[in-house]
């Protein structure tokens, strides 16, 4: 049978959501693996950036509705999963990971967590079923996590980022674009995508081997 | 040098736009071939379909605007692209390659096309420059091209659509969706895509062997 994998989407773009090509990449490496990919999003408003302009437009997009287009309509509201329904649990990038499932971007270590995250997330840490958090999603998990885990973890080599990390009781660890942290003792994996690539080919690259590695810890 | 290889957008959504997985997985395959991708859209409004219920929402978006999504900011308006300035051209698939940049969902044969598309559709013809068609997107090439080169492409093997191909005076050929199709004489490729797609693996293998394809006909 396929592992059932869950996927946290947070809208669709980079700037106001989940990182498209980071998100899709997860999506095609889940499948390849014998995987089937469980999307879910939290049923929120959130602002909204235009990306031609990369300006606020003071509207505001649904993170659900958004992230339907990622997942093809097949995505469900996070309030209504469970860690029980799943073997493992997905996280893309994109400014949605810091600002939507959680407010790091703004409030760094101090952050809190959208709450059907937490919930899910500390489900997963409590079951001992791996995570992969990609880009800057790392920051959400040492935030949701930190504190009572202390797991190790990655988000490239970016020091600011990587010291707000350190704050959680997480413990930032540098890695290149195209490998992957694994904490094995907390099942957690993490990998830098956009946080260095120049391009989509090495995102996909660690995406790849992240998406194998977490897979392989269930 | 790195060949420059034009990818035509239509929005960011498989139901209002451009199919999304298809548009990232043709643009790794262009990266990992060696390519430079220039991505563009037309700036034009075209309605909005919520992809959570699939449904019409009554509003619009710009294609411009949601497709700079997907290239993550770096896209151009399709009007102020020449032929001249690139190797090969990209439509992925979406209803928005057949209700958008044509209106070929709506007119079948008759379809009108829309113009900035039209025209670079024909300087590449005429330039004998390789064009990709991926999903539905073949549609598109053969309203607009069908009538002077005749040429032979694939949507899979729905019967309504190739039929509909074929009064254009393009010739549809069956396809499986792991592979493509090649039009040697006027180097145009085409593969099925989520026509025929069940998964996002066979999605990618198609287009990953479809990309390298038009880019060997350079």
Redesign the interface.
């Known amino acids: 049978m396929k592992k059932k994998i869950g996927v946290v989407l947070s809208g669709?773009?980079?700037?106001d959501g989940s990182?498209?090509?980071e998100a899709?990449?997860a999506?095609?490496a889940i499948?390849?693996n014998n995987g089937e990919a469980i999307c879910m999003a939290p049923n929120e408003d959130y602002p909204e950036t235009?990306?031609?302009t990369?300006q606020e437009t003071g509207g505001k997009r649904n993170a659900?509705?958004?992230a339907?287009?990622?997942?093809?309509?097949n995505?469900r509201d996070i309030k209504e999963v469970k860690a029980a329904e799943i073997d493992a649990l997905v996280f893309p990038g994109g400014y949605g990971a810091a600002k939507n499932l959680c407010n790091f971007a703004e409030k760094g270590a101090a952050a809190t967590i959208q709450p059907d995250v937490a919930r899910l997330l500390k489900e997963m840490a409590a079951a001992k079923k791996p995570i992969l958090a990609i880009c800057i999603a790392p920051a959400l998990i040492a935030a949701t996590l930190g504190k009572e885990y202390a797991p190790e973890l990655t988000i490239g080599n970016d020091a600011g980022t990587a010291s707000a990390i350190n704050q959680t009781g997480s413990r930032h660890v540098d890695c290149p674009v195209t490998e992957f942290v694994i904490d094995r003792k907390n099942k957690i994996v993490s990998t830098p995508a956009y946080m260095l690539a120049g391009?989509?080919?090495d995102t996909?690259t660690g995406i790849e081997k992240a998406v194998k590695a977490v897979i392989d810890l269930i």
């Open positions: 669709c773009g980079v700037r990182e498209i090509h899709v990449l999506l095609l499948d390849r235009n990306h031609l990369m659900l509705v958004e339907a287009r990622i997942a093809r309509g995505i391009n989509i080919s996909a």
